[in-house]
């Protein structure tokens, strides 16, 4: 579990000097995120502490982002004066986008759910 | 009487405190989730948020205070996101098979919530400021903020917009899945993660290992693409 814990901030760690080396536009934990899974399939399989601690984190991923999200008190302002313009956008914006992606994979990958079915 | 309010100014200035409202807000918000049901509309992390900034009102701490105790739980997304390389890891050969399918998918889902989003806005007269800030609204909020920051809008405001944007998705998600009747969870999962960034990717495991997965991968996917696609649509619009 701690060796688990290690790794994944390893990886976190080199995921942002590399961002900050290279000045990528993205954030260092993704670059991690793509360095563990180059490491799992160097190593063929996962470690069972890298499993544990990895599980451990993602069964409360929902928890991780509530710090984040009271930040919201501090535009209150702006939310105020442009509310339903923000959440008619968010709501009708998000359904578009996912019936978009929904229908397109959908299509696309026909082929390969129906083998995935038959197995 | 004043050994009190010193143990109070003590407890405040520690992050015990924000630490333990934060946990005890998440703790109610997924009792109260359960007991409705386990509707999206009470999603346990938007009750929580409200919980959080009530009770942050009623006490008189402002939010910087706040943050100093909780960033020990929001140091946490990091390691987090990595370890999502272990789900995708384990369903990788699914993901080999169906990959061009899934690029396109991504880059499809992409354009559509940006330019979706850029349209309403400003057909509805918001303000150039909200049009910036809302345009990475898909995106998982640490790239979401630093899109925001790049092409002009306000990173915390993105920063919040975005978990609404996934709130929402994870109420809508379900159910255009049923009136479309799309039943594969590879294909339910990255259409979540796509639209609806962590919070699909956390529901998503909720239904599914291979949901789940397929979640994280276009979560990281659309944040990747994004940040370079984003910047060059806003620009190419002239916003």
């Not at chain 1, 968010?90 to 229908?103: D, E, K, Q, R, Y």
């Not at chain 2, 903020?145 to 917009?161: Q, R």
């Not at chain 2, 259409?191 to 599914?208: C, D, N, R, Y």
Request: with cysteine.
């Amino acid at each position: 579990m701690l060796f688990g814990l290690l790794v994944l901030l390893l990886c976190q760690f080199f995921g942002e000097l590399i961002v900050r080396y290279l000045e990528w536009p993205f954030p260092g934990p993704v670059v991690g995120m793509v360095l563990l899974l180059v490491g799992l399939m160097i190593n063929g399989g996962v470690p069972t502490g890298v499993r544990q601690a990895s599980e451990g984190l993602l069964t409360y991923l929902a928890l991780l982002f509530v710090p984040a999200g009271v930040g919201l008190m501090v535009h209150y302002q702006l939310i105020a004066a442009d509310g339903i313009v923000i959440i008619t956008t968010l709501i009708v914006s998000t359904a578009v986008t996912l019936l978009v992606t929904g229908l397109v994979l959908n299509k696309l990958a026909a082929k390969h759910i129906d083998e995935a079915e038959h197995e | 009487m004043n050994d009190l309010s010193t143990l109070w100014v003590y407890l405040s200035a520690s992050p015990i405190m924000s630490i333990a409202v934060t946990l005890a807000a998440f703790l109610i918000a997924s009792k109260i989730n359960r007991l409705a049901g386990g509707s999206a509309f009470l999603h346990p992390v938007i009750v929580a948020i409200a919980l959080i900034v009530a009770f942050l009102t009623l006490i008189g701490m402002n939010y910087q205070q706040y943050f100093e105790g909780a960033q020990f739980i929001h140091f946490l997304l990091g390691p987090a996101t990595v370890a999502l390389a272990v789900p995708l890891y384990d369903h990788l050969e699914r993901v080999k098979q169906m990959f061009w399918p899934l690029i396109i998918a991504c880059v499809s889902g992409i354009l559509t919530a940006a330019l979706s989003t850029i349209a309403l806005v400003m057909g509805m007269g918001g303000s150039r400021e909200t049009v910036l800030s809302l345009t990475p609204k898909s995106v998982t909020s640490p790239i979401a903020m630093g899109i925001a920051e790049k092409i002009g809008g306000y990173p915390s405001l993105t920063a919040g917009l975005v978990l609404v944007t996934g709130a929402i998705g994870c109420v809508i998600g379900p159910l255009l899945f049923k009136a479309l009747n799309i039943k594969d969870h590879s294909v339910q999962g990255f259409t979540m993660g796509l639209a609806a960034h962590g919070f699909g990717t956390a529901q998503s495991f909720a239904v599914s290992s291979v949901a789940g997965a397929f979640a994280g991968l276009a979560m990281g996917l659309t944040g990747m693409l994004s940040a370079f696609i984003l910047p060059l649509v806003v620009r190419f619009l002239g916003v």
